[in-house]
């Protein structure tokens, strides 16, 4: 783990990267960090939010059948399922900052060309070029973890998903000021604004100093950490930066007065056998067991969290096509489509809350399980049909937690890794996820507009009890550890 060190006659003290950040502590740079990070996941949410809201109005333009329109959704989460891992990759070998700048540009990009999409399939490819580049949002996470004290990461972290929450708001709000009288299109083409402010603003994002250290350039690294005390007007202890890579604490040759930085000298690797070599590490002995029970985990989470997006929308329509005896003019019902959209997008505003509070104090696995359990309580009188009202309270109730359980699997994720794999490893499961978003609209479209509710709730409910049992066996607790480099 790097260090800085701070001699003093013949006595040399160390202090870790992370007891740096905590001498720090969170300050205005942390606070401009923040809200960076989080408009790259309020684009993010934005676009998926949209999803609820484009499949019905293209299915009835372009009279769709119900696999084609779940078909839009899986589109996107096929682009996520490459892009997660790409975009990891890519964090790991050239950087945090080009990996963020690339996957924004592309969700931007895709955005603004899917509203001129002339046909059904040329919508298939935008939507699956879109969802690649918003398969890297996981990577504005991992850079925004980098800054944060361990003592307070929990929270913070659970605090940057206020963004994404207020992405699912704003994407419901536009949707219903737009969809009514300008249709799907202008909602995609004014939905990829926030991602080109992203783009504009991330000239200014700095590299993450973790991952400098980590490739050995200490010097940068040193002047980002020198950038970050002179925002929080705060010091830095001075002396020498060094990575343990090559030297240890009680290192007898170091000179009392030696002011040089010293890096790692070792042979610079291909990206090729960067490659192999982050693959090889994620399932060495240490982390095989952990690595699998996050691919699971992601899995079950991601289909879980999707499915209850769309079926806030699926089952309004089910029960206006599947026997229900309520009639309601056409506008009345669009606005209650709306309407249901924002209430459960909202639900995740007070799941945060309880998550921040939990998350410190009974660690990451136990707040887990905790709202795991609650998750599968609320869905279980789902499996037989309920009035508007009370269907709605459960899929608020049910949302509000696995969100936040689906935030803190993040957090954990991105602290049980390495500095050297944490792209590669969060978006690997990241990843395994996307294809749990992929399986899930043929359960929450095709099953529930096939009128066969029941069964689409009893396969959410496998997935999730099989969500909580992972959450048992991952190996250790993150909560106040510090985060490792090797």
Not at 351 to 360: E, F, I, M, N, P
Not at 376 to 396: D, G, K, R, W
Request: glycine share 10%; with cysteine.
């Amino acid at each position: 783990m790097s260090k800085l060190i701070l001699k003093m006659g013949n006595q040399i003290h160390g202090y870790t990267l992370d007891q740096i950040l905590s001498t720090m502590g969170f300050g205005t740079f942390q606070g401009l960090v923040l809200f960076f990070a989080g408009a790259g996941w309020l684009s993010e949410a934005m676009e998926m939010m949209l999803l609820s809201f484009i499949g019905p109005a293209v299915k009835s333009e372009w009279t769709l059948s119900p696999t084609e329109e779940s078909l839009l959704t899986t589109a996107v989460f096929g682009g996520m399922l490459i892009g997660a891992y790409f975009w990891g990759f890519i964090s790991d070998a050239y950087g945090r900052r080009i990996a963020m700048q690339g996957a924004d540009l592309v969700t931007a990009a895709a955005g603004l060309l899917s509203a001129s999409s002339s046909d059904y399939k040329s919508l298939i490819i935008y939507r699956s070029l879109l969802g690649f580049g918003v398969g890297g949002g996981h990577v504005f996470t991992s850079w925004f973890l980098e800054f944060i004290p361990a003592s307070s990461r929990g929270a913070w972290m659970i605090g940057i998903s206020t963004f994404w929450t207020i992405g699912t708001l704003m994407g419901a709000s536009l949707a219903w000021i737009v969809m009514p009288g300008l249709g799907w299109r202008w909602l995609l083409a004014l939905s990829s604004i926030p991602a080109f402010l992203v783009l504009l603003f991330s000239i200014f994002a700095p590299e993450s100093p973790r991952y400098l250290y980590m490739k050995g350039r200490t010097n940068e690294a040193l002047g980002i950490l020198e950038k970050i005390a002179l925002i929080n007007r705060t010091e830095l202890p001075t002396g020498i930066l060094l990575s343990d890579q090559n030297t240890d604490l009680d290192e007898e040759n170091a000179s009392s007065d030696e002011t040089t930085l010293l890096s790692s000298t070792g042979k610079k690797k291909s990206y090729s056998e960067t490659f192999f070599k982050s693959v090889l590490e994620l399932f060495s002995k240490n982390l095989l067991g952990t690595t699998l029970l996050l691919w699971l985990t992601h899995f079950g989470y991601t289909f879980a969290y999707y499915g209850l997006v769309l079926l806030i929308t699926e089952f309004n329509s089910a029960q206006r096509e599947c026997g229900s005896t309520t009639i309601q003019s056409k506008k009345v019902q669009d606005a209650s489509l709306y309407i249901d959209a924002f209430i459960n997008s909202s639900a995740e505003l007070p799941g945060l809350v309880v998550g921040a509070v939990l998350v410190d104090r009974l660690g990451r696995k136990l707040t887990m399980e905790i709202l795991t359990g609650l998750t599968f309580i609320l869905m279980l009188p789902l499996i037989s049909h309920q009035n508007q009202l009370v269907t709605t309270a459960l899929l608020f109730g049910a949302r509000m937690f696995i969100s936040t359980a689906f935030t803190i699997l993040v957090v954990y994720a991105k602290e049980v890794y390495p500095t050297s794999v944490r792209g590669t490893g969060g978006g690997l499961a990241t990843s395994m996820g996307r294809i749990g978003g992929m399986v899930c609209p043929l359960v929450a479209v095709a099953l529930t507009s096939g009128c066969h509710q029941t069964v689409a709730i009893i396969l959410f409910e496998i997935v999730v009890l099989v969500s909580g049992i992972s959450i048992l066996l991952f190996p250790f607790e993150t909560m106040g550890r510090e985060l490792s480099d090797m």
